[in-house]
């Protein structure tokens, strides 16, 4: 199962992370967010991140053109759009080369079959909580309702992920296998800032679980 880590912007606090090996690095462009990079992300400790670690630039209802000025200065990997991009949008972007990863605002109501016109654009995508904010709300919704996704396009699941709900999110993992998890205000310590520690905590528990599945 991947990590993906979100809302990155302190350098010192990126270096840790980066020492944990995650599978990808979020950063918001989101101006309203409190996590925003701003304007003052350091573009040089950006382009020294491993290249084994993907760099992911999150976008609300962007322009194109801002997106693709990111995307070059910053070296970003994958773009997340986080808002409510229509297909035609995700189509466009990834013709212009980007990895797009869609996201989704999900409820007990949500209907999957919305994301068959997106499948055919998107490299992932990623399953939030429905709420008042676009993300970063640090409230999970209930994982169950998983079950009823046909899984044709592989998904990472995020939404107030946190060490004290992980045991519960890997055993729906069990049943409904997930390429990854996105984790993000639940570890924070302020906002852009993670607790290197409790990240270092949900790494062990995947990895154990992983570990567990590769014996039986
Ligand atoms: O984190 C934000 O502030 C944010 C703002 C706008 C769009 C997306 C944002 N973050 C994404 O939200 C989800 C869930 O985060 P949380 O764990 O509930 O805090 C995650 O995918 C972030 O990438």
Not at 52 to 63: D, E, L, M
Not at 183 to 197: C, L, M, Q, W, Y
């Amino acid at each position: 199962m991947k990590l993906k880590v979100c809302g990155m912007r302190d350098a010192a606090n990126i270096e840790a992370l980066i020492s944990l090996k995650p599978d990808f690095i979020g950063f918001i462009f989101y101006e309203k967010s409190p996590r925003y990079v701003g304007e003052e992300l350091d573009e040089e400790m950006l382009l020294n991140i491993p290249s084994s670690i993907k760099k992911v630039g999150v976008f609300v209802n962007s322009n194109p053109e801002h997106i693709m000025n990111m995307v070059k200065r910053y070296d970003l990997q994958y773009v997340q759009l986080h808002g409510s991009e229509m297909p035609d949008f995700c189509r466009v972007l990834r013709q212009k080369g980007l990895n797009i990863i869609k996201s989704f605002a999900v409820d007990n109501d949500f209907n999957f079959a919305m994301l068959n016109n997106y499948k055919p654009f998107c490299d992932l995508f990623l399953f939030d909580t429905k709420g008042e904010l676009p993300g970063g709300s640090g409230v999970a919704f209930d994982w169950n309702i998983l079950r009823e996704y046909d899984r044709e396009k592989p998904f990472l699941l995020s939404g107030g992920i946190s060490n004290e709900n992980i045991d519960q999110l890997l055993a729906i993992a069990a049943d409904v296998p997930m390429y990854g998890i996105d984790v993000n205000s639940r570890f924070e310590t302020a906002p852009g800032v993670k607790d290197i520690e409790q990240i270092e905590k949900i790494i062990a528990k995947i990895r154990i679980k992983e570990k567990q599945e590769i014996e039986v």
